[in-house]
């Protein structure tokens, strides 16, 4: 106690001086209000004497002695069974002197060991923001060239859907399985159904020309006809003058088997002229039914090929307003597939801005890495040194010194290079791998 | 089109100015740093360079003085992609001979417009 009282008083005077004071002034009071003899007056010094020692003993004592029961770490049991003291152990001053200091001592060395941890932690961490850095950057690179040719097909692909429906006639060349756009199909087909058309109408003014010929040759047959009519009435006529000839032949007498003959003859050449007229106009009466009957064939073809015209040019026509709505489609797709690039355009920059923010972040962690690390590792190594310079002094070697020989004791446990007070370690990070268990005895 | 070399430590910016420049029809070459630089420049002919100015051991400032030292490219455009934004840093590359100055991220679009306006 007395260790205690010298330390208090050397250190704390004023806690005495209050605690004095306060038992004084009772005793004061009633020596002002009741006049006492000397005796009297004696035996209230020696009781507050007595009270001032009691209050030291029992309030100051216990106040500022550093006692290892205040281990927060403890059990209850441990706790009580600290407090219920050891009669065997010396006094409490230079415990709660030491305790303190050696507190002091422990805090210094937790610091010291918490730099120098930091400091190796510090150094993975730059370790790691390097790693970081260098695999966010791989992979921003990687999605760089992934986004890049997907664009690239993207664009790809419009321009050729967009050639698909912008080609125009002029370019069309059209090979066997090659793709046709929509104008190009609405294209060739009508240039094939008008060709159909035009060859219709010419098939059909063949006909008419078929026709008009047909006529002409019907009236050149009726001229023929009635040249036949001519022959075979002349015919008749050489017939009937071969006869008179012969009769008069016959009369005559003279010549006669000459005039005869030349009569026979002239009736074998008529009979036969008749027969050759009959021949003839039969042939000729066949090649009028014949023509007849082409021409009702021709007309009909003709009829045939004009409604097929007539047809083919509504049909055009119909194509012609299909058409239209095909392009106006044509042009709306066109319209989608231009806009649809533009968004796509808009998105592609938008990447490319996002994507530079790797960049950015890079520079800034680099500059963490570079700048901000290394002065908090080279501060924290300093510091670290520097604790344990401070501890390496005499007076924590004194302290120890004095704590091992007054049994109040601080067991310590190397941390490192430095000693380290048991209470270190009680209160020190678990997940510390560079501070070691230490036990306070 | 143009020939323009691209100066960037980082590779994705590099690949990023390429893809925005290669997209208009540009032809773009890449260096990582001020020397491979000035080598690609000793072997090749460009018509603007596009560089950084923060990069490892020689800055982008001193790769303008070293082209700004070479007769072909002492009146071409040469132009400074980066975060820095501050006016001091503006004004030491307009001394040091920087046709123009953009801040990073840039727009792809108002790159290739002042790509389009510098090659004039």
């Not at chain 1, 001053?93 to 510090?122: C, H, P, V, Y």
């Not at chain 1, 912008?166 to 008008?194: C, F, H, K, M």
């Not at chain 1, 006529?237 to 003859?265: C, Q, W």
């Not at chain 1, 036969?272 to 009702?296: F, N, P, Q, W």
Request: proline content about 3%; glycine content about 6%.
């Amino acid at each position: 106690m007395s260790s205690v009282f010298a330390s208090v008083l050397r250190n704390r005077p004023f806690v005495l001086a209050r605690l004095g004071l306060m038992l004084l002034l009772p005793w004061a009071w009633i020596a002002f209000v009741v006049p006492m003899p000397v005796w009297a007056l004696a035996l209230c010094g020696g009781f507050w004497a007595l009270a001032f020692s009691m209050g030291v003993r029992f309030f100051v004592t216990p106040m500022f002695a550093r006692r290892r029961s205040d281990d927060p770490k403890l059990s209850v049991d441990q706790v009580v069974k600290l407090r219920a003291g050891n009669p065997g152990r010396p006094g409490l001053d230079i415990r709660t002197i030491t305790g303190e200091l050696s507190q002091f001592q422990t805090q210094l060395n937790k610091w010291g060991g918490a730099s120098k941890t930091s400091s190796s932690k510090t150094a993975h961490a730059k370790e790691g923001v390097g790693e970081v850095i260098s695999q966010t950057e791989q992979a921003v690179l990687a999605l760089t060239m992934s986004f890049r040719g997907i664009t690239h097909k993207t664009r790809q692909q419009m321009e050729t859907a967009m050639s698909l429906l912008q080609r125009n006639a002029s370019e069309l060349t059209v090979s066997e399985g090659a793709w046709l756009s929509l104008p190009d199909y609405i294209r060739a087909y009508e240039t094939q159904l008008q060709e159909v058309i035009d060859s219709m109408i010419k098939f059909s003014t063949a006909s008419d020309e078929m026709l008009t010929h047909q006529g002409k040759i019907r009236e050149q047959s009726v001229i023929i006809d009635e040249l036949l009519d001519e022959l075979r009435s002349m015919a008749i006529r050489i017939g009937r003058l071969a006869l008179d000839s012969s009769v008069a032949a016959g009369e005559s007498g003279r010549n006669r088997e000459m005039l005869v003959k030349l009569t026979d003859s002239i009736r074998e050449t008529s009979d036969h002229a008749r027969d050759m007229t009959r021949s003839v106009r039969e042939s000729l009466e066949k090649i009028r039914d014949e023509l007849v009957v082409t021409y009702k064939i021709i007309n009909k073809a003709a009829d045939i090929a004009k409604e097929s015209a007539r047809r083919a040019k509504a049909d055009v026509s119909q194509l012609n307003v299909t058409m239209i709505e095909k392009t106006k489609e044509v042009e709306v797709s066109l319209a989608k597939i231009n806009s649809l690039g533009q968004d796509i355009q808009q998105d592609v920059n938008n990447a490319i801005i996002a994507m530079q923010f790797q960049d950015i972040t890079q520079q800034k962690l680099e500059h963490m890495r570079g700048n901000i690390l290394t002065d908090v590792m080279q501060n924290l190594d300093v510091m670290s040194s520097e604790t344990q310079e401070m501890m390496k002094r005499d007076l924590f070697q004194a302290i120890r010194t004095e704590a091992e020989r007054g049994g109040a004791a601080v067991a310590i446990v190397a941390t490192g290079q430095e000693p380290v007070p048991a209470a270190a370690a009680a209160t020190a990070p678990v997940n510390s791998a560079a501070v070691e268990k230490v036990t306070l005895f | 089109m143009a020939n323009i070399l691209a100066v960037d430590d980082a590779a994705t910016m590099r690949q990023v100015v390429s893809f925005a420049l290669t997209d208009a029809g540009h032809t773009v070459a890449e260096a990582s740093g001020v020397d491979e630089a000035l080598a690609r420049v000793a072997k090749s002919k460009f018509d603007l360079v596009i560089a950084d100015l923060n990069m490892p051991g020689k800055n982008g400032l001193e790769l303008v003085k070293s082209l700004r030292a070479m007769p072909d490219f002492r009146f071409a455009p040469i132009l400074m992609l980066t975060t820095e934004h501050r006016d001091e840093l503006k004004a030491a590359g307009k001394e040091a001979g920087v046709t123009g100055w953009i801040v990073k991220p840039f727009d792809p679009t108002l790159l290739l417009e002042v790509v389009k306006k510098v090659l004039k």
